[in-house]
């Protein structure tokens, strides 16, 4: 039922790192070449694609405001996927998802359908 298992979050200071993790559930059918996604959202604001992997490829896109500070991996079976976040700031205060997609389709362009729980990330002064 729950194909999606997010972990990590915390309260930390400016500068401070956190890693997110994203499992697949063993019960589920869900190809796991299918694209993932870390996306954030801030209250009274919009829901933020943070970034994006291509199991299949490595491929790897990541929105401008995090770019070069936060990083998109998975582990060699496919099953966990992680956002390591470094120097983090207060506007990366928000509550992060991990999505997946639920067919094969362009990884930036695809509809991510599957959501996780949501791990708060809360980044002080």
């Known amino acids: 039922r729950v194909q999606l298992l997010e972990s990590g979050g915390g309260s930390v200071q400016a500068g401070g790192s956190l890693r997110l993790s994203c499992a697949a559930s063993e019960f589920t059918s869900l190809d796991l070449n299918n694209c993932k996604g870390w996306f954030r959202q801030a209250p009274e604001k919009l829901r933020e694609r943070v970034a994006i992997i291509d199991p299949r490829t490595g491929t790897t896109d990541y929105a401008d405001s995090v770019k070069g500070r936060f990083t998109i991996s998975q582990d060699n079976a496919k099953i966990t996927t992680f956002l390591q976040m470094n120097s983090l700031e207060p506007e990366d205060t928000a509550m992060y998802y991990c999505?997946?997609?639920?067919?094969?389709?362009?990884?930036?362009?695809?509809?991510?359908?599957?959501w996780g729980q949501g791990t708060q990330v809360t980044v002080s002064s």
């Open positions: 999505a997946t997609t639920y067919g094969y389709g362009a990884c930036s362009t695809a509809q991510y359908a599957i």
